[in-house]
């Protein structure tokens, strides 16, 4: 029997009759996706469920889908699919994150245009049968500096077409190696000079608890008077009120947003400002990256359900149903060992290098790599997923490096991931146990057998009598409960390492009293998807 698709969402035709070509069952309801309970009512028909954005893909949705097996989404964002509960019950959840980039960067800088010549408030003022040519002087971007917060793949368009109108481009990301930056044309800074250089100013980062506010009210004071701001990344990335303050002082000249801090944005404190340009969301609206990500989505999801391919999954890696069973418990290690190389750097990382040993250097390395990778980037670009993560790391200029080799230790099999940046080098090496948990087995080159928890708070320091009591008395004292804790050290009086596992993500306050302590060289609070 073929497999059923349904798509809930608007679609092209031709997305459509990909489905019917390749041999796949399609419905085509594009205005079920409003509908919750009918779509409810008819999901469990279904093996696969193909949207955009006005589908919902809820846990209750999710319970009555007992027949689905991979939900595709046309385009990157997947804030409208419950990621945790879909691979609960084993639903591939795909999206086709490199589709509308090119249009999202030329959206941002059609907005640099705007501001910059006041096209909207001219062409309104023409409209109206005003003839008003000196009322709109603008100012010209030939010779401006643009300064680009973010690089990633959006932001390194934008810095390519920046280049292109000659104007002068200041690039802020941890993430920029200084080669990826002269291969862009692009000056690497730290954001207090971006903000004290830059002309223009676009923001291309995903909305994190780092990114949250980037543009705030002390960093929008730091900015040079006059300067115009574009946003057509994510909302909250800027403090609206902030802004609407600097505009009215005119220290801000204009600001040209595609998205806000609560969206739909039926009303904004900067609705109606004479000097900003509003869209809604319109980063990724053009017919191209439309059909795109459509043609896209059809083609991954008919390759899935056909032959069990599986591209561009946010929640799986690219591996048959063979490996899988086997691969398992090492793909979960992977993520965690990058992960916790992610959340220790907060530098340009130049390369990453993984070695395989035992058996694990036999299984399917390009997966476990993506993995591996993925775990590194994702904690400061959560866009990033299994498929994508080789290209960012492409693109930011991290060299990879695999090696295999035979069985030389205790352990049957183990990972070790070793990060390099300019400033030093970190390692962290684990296994699968045959319970087939992840565990570290070496951090620093300290042996340790520390089981992956989903808070934990890692600290660094000499070998001396009392830092388990500071410890657990700073913990007692802040109302923090451990769960339990693993030492080790590279020998008596020298490096020493203790993991606390928490019951709860622990409040920055203690992490500062802890470092105040003095007793410390590092102390990084860590958390890990241990679903």
């Known amino acids: 029997m073929a497999p059923r698709v349904l798509v809930s969402d608007e679609l092209s035709e031709t997305a459509v009759q990909i489905f019917r070509d390749r041999g796949v069952d399609v419905d085509y309801m594009p205005k079920l996706g409003k509908d919750k309970e009918k779509l409810a009512e008819l999901i469990g028909q279904y093996d696969g469920l193909a949207i955009r954005s006005a589908t919902k893909v809820t846990e209750k949705l999710l319970e009555a889908a007992t027949n689905l097996k991979v939900v595709g989404r046309a385009g990157i964002g997947v804030d409208n699919v419950d990621i945790p509960a879909a691979s609960k019950k084993g639903v591939i959840v795909m999206n086709t994150p490199f589709g509308n980039s090119i249009t999202t960067a030329e959206h941002a800088i059609a907005m640099m245009f705007a501001i910059a010549r006041q096209i909207p408030e001219a062409n309104a003022s023409t409209h109206a049968g005003k003839w008003e040519k000196s009322k709109f002087m603008g100012v010209e971007l030939f010779n401006k500096t643009l300064g680009v917060i973010g690089a990633g793949n959006i932001g390194g368009i934008v810095c390519d077409r920046a280049v292109g109108l000659k104007m002068k481009v200041v690039a802020y990301d941890p993430f920029l190696s200084e080669e990826r930056a002269k291969q862009l044309g692009v000056t690497k800074v730290e954001l207090d000079e971006l903000l004290s250089r830059a002309d223009f100013i676009t923001l291309h980062v995903p909305l994190t608890d780092k990114t949250r506010n980037i543009l705030s009210r002390e960093n929008l004071a730091k900015t040079k008077k006059g300067v115009r701001i574009i946003n057509c990344a994510r909302g909250g990335l800027i403090d ?149 993560a080789p290209i960012v790391a492409k693109e930011r200029g991290i060299q990879i490096s695999t090696t295999r080799q035979e069985k030389t230790g205790v352990f049957d099999a183990y990972i070790k991931v070793t990060m390099v940046t300019d400033k030093r080098e970190r390692s962290v090496a684990g296994t699968c146990f045959s319970d087939g948990k992840p565990r570290f087995i070496q951090i620093k080159g300290i042996n340790i057998d520390a089981e992956i928890g989903r808070h934990m708070l890692y600290t660094t320091n000499e070998d001396v009598p009392g830092i388990i009591g500071l410890l657990g008395m700073t913990m007692g004292k802040n109302n923090v409960n451990i769960a339990n804790f693993t030492l080790g050290r590279s020998g008596v009086g020298q490096d020493a390492i203790a993991i606390l596992y928490l019951d709860q993500p622990i409040d920055p306050k203690v992490v500062h009293t802890l470092e105040s302590t003095g007793m410390f060289q590092q102390v990084k609070p860590l958390e890990f998807d241990v679903a």
């Open 240 to 388: 609206e009120v902030a802004l609407k303050d600097a505009l009215d002082a005119g220290h801000v000249a204009a600001a040209a947003l595609d998205v806000f801090e609560v969206e739909p944005a039926t009303e904004n404190v900067l609705f109606n400002h004479p000097n900003v340009v509003c869209t809604p969301h319109l980063g990724a609206a053009t017919t191209e990256a439309q059909e795109n990500v459509a043609l896209q989505v059809a083609e991954q999801m008919s390759d899935y359900l056909l032959t069990g391919a599986v591209q561009n999954a946010l929640n799986m890696p690219n591996v048959t149903a063979e490996e899988a069973a086997v691969m398992g418990p090492w793909v979960k290690l992977a993520l965690h060992l990058g992960a916790f190389i992610g959340q220790m750097t907060d530098e340009p990382i130049k390369a990453i290098n993984i070695l395989y040993d035992g058996g694990v250097a036999e299984m399917n390395l390009a997966a476990l790599n993506q993995s591996v990778i993925a775990g590194v980037l994702k904690t400061q670009n959560p866009d990033v997923n299994l498929v994508s």
